[in-house]
């Protein structure tokens, strides 16, 4: 499909949209040794205790020492909600182009995207050197951002903003609507 059979897109949350129950960094925690530490701050953050980068601080710190290339490993296990496949191959035949606006972490949008096949994703980045994380945040990412992030798609892709539509679950989508 060219690009001027594209008569839309839409924007794809991650946490609590394609991956049910606890986050991806909840998840992806688990493996790191800071699980529950983890699930107390992405609480606190659903309550308007924490902001974004509190908690995104909290948990790169976790990622310290974790070498990349172990994190895709254990994403193939992360658990996701039935059909996304086939959403993402109807959106594209129906002129919709599926894109992952998100709050969770680069491995996390990049793997998806991967595996598929979406236009592209948002999100925060971690610092890595040598092939391994090293704790620190590269690049902050909030729900505005993950608004500009589709704005910017959308006039990418030369898109009119009413013909794009966003899927999400939380406060951190609603800068979408």
């Known amino acids: 499909m060219s690009s001027s059979d594209q008569v839309g897109a839409v924007f794809l949350d991650v946490d609590g949209t394609l991956v049910p129950g606890?986050?991806?960094s909840?998840?992806?925690?688990?493996?790191l040794g800071h699980r529950e530490e983890l699930a107390e701050a992405e609480d606190?953050?659903?309550a308007g205790v924490l902001d974004n980068r509190q908690v995104s601080e909290l948990d790169a710190a976790g990622w310290a020492g974790a070498p990349e290339e172990r994190v895709r490993g254990w994403l193939a296990g992360l658990p996701l909600v039935a059909g996304i496949a086939e959403t993402v191959?109807?959106?594209?035949?129906?002129?919709l182009v599926p894109v992952l606006a998100t709050l969770a972490w680069s491995p996390v949008g990049g793997y998806l995207a991967d595996r598929f096949g979406f236009h592209s994703f948002s999100g925060p980045q971690l610092e890595t050197a040598g092939g391994r994380f090293t704790g620190r945040v590269a690049r902050h990412f909030d729900e505005y951002d993950k608004r500009d992030f589709a704005i910017a798609q959308a006039r990418e892709l030369q898109l009119d903003l009413r013909l794009c539509a966003a899927v999400g679950d939380s406060r951190s989508d609603l800068p979408l609507s």
């Open 26 to 31: 909840v998840f992806l925690a688990g493996f």
């Open 89 to 95: 191959s109807w959106c594209r035949r129906n002129g």
């Open 22 to 24: 606890a986050s991806s």
């Open 44 to 46: 606190a953050y659903a």
